[in-house]
């Protein structure tokens, strides 16, 4: 069984500062990590996703993720926020690497709010 | 590039009536599934299907219906709506590649009164 937890429903950042959206997961097999983002009336858009060819990934949008094994985490950052980055974010744990025929199992999200 | 095409975007319906939900992919992609949405609850696979002919529960099956005739479409039947289901449906594809990514539809906001 596999699971996802996303600390925080909502987070909120002045522009220019960092992003920090915390995601932990709990796989009984190595897991397959996503981040995907949700524009308002939007379907959802993948960010980034780590397949074990690297810790840390770069994806959209200025966003790159860590996978601590360790810690059995994935959180997503930004160096700096923009108004745009605003949105529904969603961390995903899959035990294939493209996200399986029966898809991913997803965190509840954290929504981002970017401050003026 | 169409990707993952959804219809209807918004739909009412009254308690006990049945509808369909389409869902249709031009790319070609054997991997289709369905997800509901609610707040605080992200996405939860409702069915999903590897290939035409071919489908599967997922993790809140009850009350909705699959078939999968085509590669191209795979509709979501409601058989009798209830309260319960007034959520936002989002219909996905990928092929079977490793390094393929789900697509997802702009997503259906149902409301069951």
């Known amino acids: 069984a596999q699971s996802v937890t996303q600390l925080g429903s909502h987070v909120s950042v002045s522009e220019g500062a960092l992003v920090l959206l915390r995601c932990n997961y709990s796989s009984s097999v190595p897991p397959y990590l996503f981040w995907y983002v949700q524009y308002p009336n939007q379907g959802l858009q993948l960010l980034l996703k780590y397949t074990s060819a690297a810790t840390l990934v770069k994806g959209i949008n200025g966003f790159e993720a860590e996978f601590k094994k360790s810690e059995t985490s994935f959180h997503l950052t930004k160096p700096s926020a923009h108004m745009s980055d605003a949105a529904e974010y969603f961390c995903?744990?899959?035990?294939?690497?493209?996200?399986?025929?029966?898809?991913?199992?997803f965190g509840k999200g954290t929504h981002l709010i970017i401050q003026p | 590039n169409a990707g993952v095409t959804q219809t209807p975007k918004f739909q009412v319906l009254k308690t006990g009536q049945s509808m369909t939900l389409q869902c249709a992919q031009d790319m070609n992609h054997e991997y289709m599934s369905w997800y509901r949405q609610d707040p605080g609850m992200g996405l939860r696979l409702i069915h999903y299907s590897v290939g035409a002919g071919i489908t599967d529960q997922g993790e809140v099956p009850n009350g909705y219906n699959v078939s999968r005739s085509t590669t191209e479409d795979f509709p979501l039947r409601l058989l009798s709506a209830a309260p319960s289901q007034t959520s936002v449906y989002f219909c996905a594809s990928r092929s079977p590649g490793s390094n393929s990514p789900l697509h997802f539809g702009n997503g259906t906001r149902l409301t069951v009164t």
């Open positions: 995903a744990v899959s035990t294939d690497s493209g996200g399986g025929a029966d898809g991913l199992t």
